[in-house]
């Protein structure tokens, strides 16, 4: 049995090439296009089972008497297990079948969001008590179970579609590919918000859990049709052998001559670089606006502004969607521009973003269309350092021996913003109302525009004395 389970989901082995060049080419252009619309469309379909519940908030709140605090906690439980699963499953992808690890955690998370569901249908909050608890009590510490245990299946999403688009795209042309499927996190985002928000329209607060579970247990039968491991395992040459390319970086550079163990390189490149940790450390406060906005920006709308909860989630829809420009916005402009220098970028887009926070605060609750405006540039002016922070920059920063490792160690951090931001928001808005909520999002954005401040003035005085 045992066995069994290992060798589904084994990385199959590499064949031998027999196609012809023709064929070659006709099967490498089949399954490339194949690959990254699977790959893009299963990263979507994760998001609807991961960020329905911030349409369901408002809804679940009232229906289970919770207060903001305790929907917080909940909701951070997914943070926590995303955070660590996100650097231990990543190890783990490497080795395993993209073909059956992808769908099988889509699946999983599709029944965590089914028990998440009906952990309140058989527990009912009131006087009841499970083993001298309140079952209201019981009821919040089962559901932070099956949402925590959604976060660590939801961090297998990742790992394996990096792994395919490695593999079956060179390295030239990788950055355009890698671009446009990053473009999945927002749409995921705008799916996520159009599912739940009309599911709970029509059929209630459970329906944004068992909806977007039957979808993700589909898609993810229908991905296991679609999805392939590497080229290699189908009979094909490596990539850049196809595209006739050069394998990256095949120079002897200093860093090919370096013959220290891993560890070593790991110490020196991320242990011991202070560019990795002041990223990392900025990376929390660019994820507590992230998840603040994108988790509790509906309650927000339907409790202060009196937004109806379809229009709240249509306004949060446009925040998603617009920060997809904004993420490709960041590196065109980080490219061409400042010529490959990302930290300015980082800081003008984070100024921008203080801006378009204040402006939606104070948009009046009538004036939907500017809601709309507003909302649509925070979602810009996060995504941009979202990309570059955590991960362009913490590539670029680092050796590419240790490229995946810095990407994880950034990620981990980021992650603990997001725990922060999800149980900081809901207690600011116990004790200090919405105004303190926004209060938290700007203090973490001018943190953020400090610590990139310091990182431009360090490796501009590190510029310098190379240069001296």
Sequence with gaps: MANAFIEFFKEPPAKPVTMNQEEVKKTYTHYRWRIFYSSFIAYVVFHICRKNIAVALPSMGKALNLS???????????????????????????????????????????ICNLCFVLSAVFITPGHVSFFGLPSATV???????????????QSCGFPPVAKSLSYWFSNS??????????????????????????????????????????????TGLWLYDRLRDKPQSLGLPDVEKYREEPVACNSETEEEKD????????????????????????????????FGTEDWLVKYLVEVKGNSLTLASSKLSSLALIGAFGAILAGVISDKVYKGNRTPINIIFLICLIMSLLAFAQNPADNNFMD???????????????????GLCAVESSSKKVASASIGFTGIFGYVGAALSSGGTGFMVDKFGWNGAIAFWLVSTMICIVICTVLLIYEKVKKHSKAA
């Design 372 to 390: 709309f405006v507003f909302a649509a540039m925070i979602g810009m002016f996060t995504a941009g350092p979202q990309m570059l922070i955590g």
């Design 259 to 290: 013959n220290r163990s891993y560890f070593q390189i790991f110490k020196e490149h991320i242990i011991f670089n202070p560019v990795i940790w002041m990223l990392a450390i900025a990376y929390i406060f660019v994820y507590i606006i992230r």
């Design 68 to 110: 903001n605090t305790e929907l917080g906690l909940l909701g951070s439980t997914l943070y926590v297990t995303y955070g660590i699963g996100k650097f231990v499953n990543g190890v783990i992808a490497d080795k395993a079948n993209v073909r059956t690890f992808l769908p099988t955690a889509l699946i999983l998370s599709a």
């Design 173 to 218: 042309e990788r950055g355009t590919k890698w671009s446009l499927w990053s473009t999945s996190h927002q749409i995921g985002v705008f799916a996520a918000v159009m599912v739940s928000g009309f599911a709970i329209d029509k059929f209630g607060w459970k329906a944004a859990f068992y909806i977007p579970a039957v979808i993700c247990i589909i």
């Design 139 to 153: 009821l919040l510490w089962v559901m932070a179970f099956f949402w925590g245990a959604n976060g660590w299946f």
